[in-house]
């Protein structure tokens, strides 16, 4: 179109003279003009909106590759250290809860929960409840098979001859009473982890109460896990390894 129009101006311009260029000669002229000005101008803003494209893009990756948690760990000298110390009072509420209590767990988790609950004991799954006046208050779950982790949305890993615990819960009213550290305390010195090498669970890094209760009773952060993800259709679970550390040792 545009090398019509030239060979039409061309043609034009030889004939007349450049002294008399007719209306339409001057109106071509300027319409290649400003196209060509167009044409720059255009190739300005889509260079502006890759690049600013480009920039967001990053910072979204930078913000959406977030800190999701830590799995902190006690190995077995460990273990055996905290097994040796006199637990919390409240460990007198807490013991194992069987898979033949359907109406207590129902109270907690609800009919509609129950099939999942079924599964886990089906599995193998060990769960101990703190009670209060009778009622189930609290509970966590450990496990030695591989497990989804539904709150930091990845799947754990467990090694044989480690004991896993997870699914921690104490109902609002309840906390700040030391009933989670109680019911970690009885589930370590079970038959069902005493075998164990190891036992670790995973905290969500925004769980500041339940960080406290690992470093109080010795747990050592091991990794930091990292959730990256993209639109929601792109996501990626990675892990930093802690250096190693001591424990802190639980109060005498």
Known sequence: MKKNIKRFLNRHESAKGRSSKSTLYQILVVFLRMSGRLRNFLHFIKLGWILNLAGTTYRRLRRWAKLRGEQFLLRVSDLEARRSRPRSPE?????EVSRSEQALLEALFGRDNMTAINRRFAAGDRCWGSFYEGRLVGYLWATQNDQYD?????????????????DCYVIPIQRGEGRMQALIEVMLVSDYVRPAA???????????PMLKVMEKIGFRAEEKIIRSSFAGVWSRTSREVLPRTEPTPPPG
């Open 150 to 166: 539904t709150e930091l949305e990845h799947k754990v890993r467990v090694p044989p001859g480690e004991t896993y615990f997870y």
């Open 198 to 208: 190891s036992v670790f669970c995973q905290v969500n890094a925004r769980n500041a």
């Open 91 to 95: 460990a007198e509420d807490v013991r």
